[in-house]
């Protein structure tokens, strides 16, 4: 089965390249928006995962977290922090929420998948990439 996930990122350079690594490297259908416009694209489909950058610019990320928890048609779908605020405070913070898990930026782009696949406890759907792309991306 075919992943979907919805990244949540205000910069626009982030959201293209995670889209691009998970789709292409995993197969994964990947969506991305903004934060003004999260809520509603968060409940325009069926998806198995939300990628949410906390450090947005409409709104606080944790309370859109907390949006995502509380609405019924979202409130099942695991969510990975993607951001660059880890430091202990921080995680320690990110650890009492129903968080499914932390990818630190800067990330490798050539095993982000993996490590999003192992937060939530995907079974591996790895799809091997073309000789010529490995390690043609970098963040």
Not at 111 to 119: K, M, Y
């Amino acid at each position: 089965m075919v992943k979907k996930l919805l990244v949540i990122d205000d910069d626009v350079c982030v959201s293209e390249i995670v889209q691009l690594c998970l789709e292409y490297f995993e197969g994964w259908q990947v969506s991305t928006c903004c934060s003004l416009g999260a809520l509603d694209a968060a409940r325009s489909e069926d998806w198995n995962a939300f990628l949410l950058e906390v450090s947005l610019q409409g709104i606080d990320g944790i309370d859109l977290f907390e949006q995502l928890q509380a609405d019924p048609t979202t409130q099942r779908v695991p969510i990975v922090v993607l951001t660059s605020r880890v430091m202990p405070r921080e995680m320690a913070h990110y650890r009492r929420l129903n968080i499914a898990g932390v990818v630190a930026k800067p990330f490798d782009v050539k095993t982000l998948g993996s490590e999003i696949a192992h937060l939530l406890r995907w079974s591996p759907p790895w799809v091997e990439p073309p000789k010529a792309m490995v390690g043609a991306i970098a963040v």
